[in-house]
C-alpha cells in the first residue's frame, strides 16, 4: 500500500503559476511510474503528465508548453509546475502512481479570468 499526499493547489489569476507536490510513503515500488491527474467538474478525470521510472515524459496536449513534471527521487516526491495557467485548467489535481494503483487525496486548483 502507498498512500500519496499532494500540496500546493490554490486561487490564482489567468497567467499564473502554481506548483502541486505529491509525496509518496509506505511500500513504494521503485520502478513504478508517477502521473498528474485532473478532473473538473462534470468531466472525466485525465491523464495530465507522467514520468516513469527511467524519467520518460509525456504531456497531455492541452498543457504542453505550460506544465512540467519532475521528481525528487530521494524524497519520494514528484511535482507539477503549472505556469501560463487557463480558466480550463480549473480542476482537482491527483497525484497517481500508475502500476500501483495509488492515489493521492486531490488538491483544488482554480484559476480565476
Known amino acids: 500500500q502507498v498512500q500519496l499526499v499532494e500540496s500546493g493547489g490554490g486561487l490564482v489569476q489567468a497567467g499564473g503559476s502554481l506548483r502541486l507536490s505529491c509525496t509518496a510513503s509506505?511500500?513504494?515500488?521503485?520502478?513504478?511510474?508517477w502521473g498528474w491527474f485532473r478532473q473538473a467538474p462534470g468531466k472525466r478525470r485525465q491523464l495530465v503528465a507522467l514520468?516513469?521510472?527511467?524519467?520518460?515524459?509525456d504531456y497531455a496536449e492541452s498543457v504542453k508548453g505550460r506544465f512540467t513534471i519532475s521528481r525528487e527521487n530521494a524524497k519520494n516526491t514528484v511535482y507539477l509546475r503549472m505556469t501560463s495557467l487557463k480558466p480550463e485548467d480549473t480542476a482537482v489535481y491527483y497525484c497517481?502512481?500508475?502500476?500501483?494503483?495509488?492515489w493521492g487525496q486531490g488538491t483544488q486548483v482554480t484559476v480565476s479570468s
Open positions: 497517481h502512481r500508475l502500476q500501483s494503483d495509488s
Open positions: 509506505g511500500t513504494i515500488f521503485s520502478g513504478d511510474a
Open positions: 514520468i516513469t521510472s527511467v524519467g520518460n515524459i
